[in-house]
């Protein structure tokens, strides 16, 4: 297979080329003509019974891609994980867009050509001094790719659109009660007593080896899979052609002698490569090395014990990974913890011990009334008490007695009163906003779910691999 790719017809030199012309003219708008235009079925997506062509997709990816700042662009070049994205997001958009065209149809919807000059004629962007100018019109269609009569399809698509989701843009009328209801629970506070009971108030003696192994038995220490790594790397200045000729024959020489049978040490010092051993690492603790991004660690914890990676292009360069050693995850021997386990171990008795005394406090208070070494507070929803106390006094309901437990503590609580808020109009006004826009996001989100049922999105993953697979 790696011979094959060397054969092929995309060397380096001509994907260099016709990428930088691909991005002068359209960006990625030319995938067709790379990969050929014979291929038969050109259908990327169908939502419902409507086809979005290959051709479609890069044109509107292509724009998109012309909207975002250097910063992004830059981002999308170097990262597969981050061109995944952006092609994720114009699909999305494209068939978001589509269902909704859709559904206009079955509607009867139509946008006359009378409406849509209307709208031409509105664009600020189309006017001099107030007025349209043909020659404004002009100039920003060719600078956007779009021919006259392609600008007017786009632009009734949208005026359609927003006939079909205009609605969902109204502000949702929610009921005063509501309102205040929402304004109370938020803004008001509760008046309580509590009583905490700290694990650290109760002395324990030093554990017995026997009691540490049992335990342990009942927590024990997983340690996780670790990977020892070595790499060769090519380093290379990969924007350059002919600096990326000159690695990519570097890594090919390389790759055909790790082929050979060559060790990868080997084959990097014949050649002037970096090579690189790791020492046995975690995914969640690998050692600093800008090679090792995210998906560089996920795909080595994917590969198999002796066996060298194909060559990976990188944004700096072309590197071969080998998995020199996997260490499954397997439970840590008692022998080796047993000294940590110690502390862990007197804090769990600890807590047992504040536990049974949290439980005399709350008898003791629902018996008699009394909260022995209670506390008043008045809190809201976010001061006065710790916060798992907080969590109660406004989870339960009036009049209740409970307890919270903390990292370090138990709380017995007891839930006295609650205290209406002061109106504050201001905050009202804001919070019955923000209930308007979940009533409306909510209507929102039923009415996507309808069109995604009434107009079933899928993709052809034929062509999309075709066309639009790393």
């Known amino acids: 297979m790696l011979e094959y790719l060397r054969n092929a017809s995309e060397k380096p030199v001509a994907k260099i080329l016709i990428g930088v012309l691909a991005f002068s003219f359209v960006g990625w708008g030319v995938a067709e003509w790379i990969f050929g235009g014979?291929?038969?079925?050109?259908?990327?997506?169908?939502?419902?019974?409507?086809?979005?062509?290959?051709?479609?997709?890069?044109?509107?990816?292509?724009?998109?891609?012309?909207?975002?700042?250097?910063?992004?662009?830059?981002?999308?070049?170097?990262?597969?994980?981050t061109q995944n994205a952006f092609t994720q997001q114009v699909l999305t958009k494209l068939a978001t867009e589509q269902m909704a065209q859709n559904r206009a149809d079955d509607l009867g919807f139509v946008v006359s050509d009378k409406r849509i000059a209307?709208?031409?004629?509105?664009?600020?962007?189309?006017?001099?001094?107030?007025?349209?100018?043909?020659?404004?019109?002009?100039?920003?269609?060719?600078?956007?790719?779009?021919?006259?009569?392609?600008?007017a399809d786009?632009?009734?698509?949208?005026?359609?659109?927003?006939?079909?989701?205009?609605?969902?843009?109204?502000?949702?009328?929610?009921?005063?009660?509501?309102?205040?209801?929402?304004?109370?629970?938020?803004?008001?506070?509760?008046?309580?007593?509590?009583?905490?009971?700290?694990?650290?108030?109760?002395?324990?003696?030093?554990?017995?080896?026997?009691?540490?192994?049992?335990?342990?038995e009942q927590n024990p220490q997983i340690l996780p899979e670790t990977r020892a790594v070595s790499y060769v790397f090519v380093p290379t200045d990969m924007a350059q052609p002919d600096k990326y000729d000159e690695g990519y024959?570097?890594?090919?020489?390389?790759?055909?002698?790790?082929?050979?049978?060559?060790?990868?040490?080997?084959?990097?010092k014949k050649h002037g490569a970096k090579y690189v051993e790791l020492d046995a690492f975690a995914r969640d603790n690998r050692p600093v090395d800008k090679i090792l991004t995210d998906a560089m660690v996920a795909r080595i914890f994917d590969m198999d014990a002796g066996l060298e990676s194909e060559m990976i292009e990188t944004k700096d360069g072309f590197l071969?990974?080998?998995?020199?050693?996997?260490?499954?995850?397997?439970?840590?021997?008692f022998e080796s913890v047993k000294k940590s386990l110690v502390a862990d171990w007197k804090k769990a008795e600890q807590k047992k011990q504040a536990y049974v005394?949290?439980?005399?406090?709350?008898?003791?208070?629902?018996?008699?009334?009394?909260?022995?070494?209670?506390?008043?507070?008045?809190?809201?929803?976010?001061?006065?008490?710790?916060?798992?106390?907080?969590?109660?006094?406004?989870?339960?309901p009036v009049g209740t007695n409970t307890i919270a437990t903390d990292a370090d503590a138990f709380h017995v609580v007891r839930i006295k009163q609650s205290i209406a808020p002061t109106v504050d109009t201001v905050k009202m006004a804001d919070l019955r906003k923000e209930l308007q826009n979940m009533s409306k996001s909510g209507i929102m989100d039923d009415y996507n779910s309808f069109l995604i049922r009434e107009y079933p999105v899928e993709i052809n993953e034929k062509v999309f691999n075709r066309f639009f697979a790393n």
């Open 38 to 81: 014979g291929a038969g079925d050109n259908t990327l997506v169908r939502v419902g019974d409507t086809e979005i062509s290959a051709q479609m997709f890069n044109s509107e990816k292509s724009r998109e891609f012309a909207k975002l700042d250097r910063d992004a662009q830059r981002a999308v070049y170097a990262s597969a994980e």
């Open 357 to 396: 005394r949290a439980n005399e406090v709350l008898v003791d208070l629902n018996e008699t009334g009394n909260l022995a070494g209670g506390k008043a507070a008045t809190v809201s929803r976010a001061t006065g008490a710790p916060a798992n106390v907080l969590v109660v006094a406004f989870r339960d």
């Open 154 to 216: 786009v632009l009734r698509g949208q005026v359609l659109r927003s006939m079909v989701l205009g609605s969902m843009s109204v502000p949702v009328p929610v009921p005063e009660f509501a309102v205040r209801a929402a304004y109370d629970a938020r803004y008001g506070s509760r008046e309580i007593e509590y009583a905490t009971i700290k694990y650290s108030d109760f002395d324990v003696d030093a554990p017995t080896d026997e009691q540490l192994a049992q335990f342990y």
């Open 320 to 333: 071969f990974v080998r998995v020199d050693q996997v260490n499954p995850s397997h439970k840590a021997e």
């Open 249 to 268: 024959a570097i890594a090919v020489k390389v790759e055909d002698d790790i082929i050979a049978g060559e060790s990868m040490a080997d084959a990097a």
């Open 118 to 151: 209307r709208e031409i004629r509105e664009f600020s962007e189309f006017q001099v001094n107030g007025e349209f100018s043909a020659l404004a019109f002009d100039t920003v269609l060719n600078n956007s790719g779009y021919s006259e009569a392609q600008f």
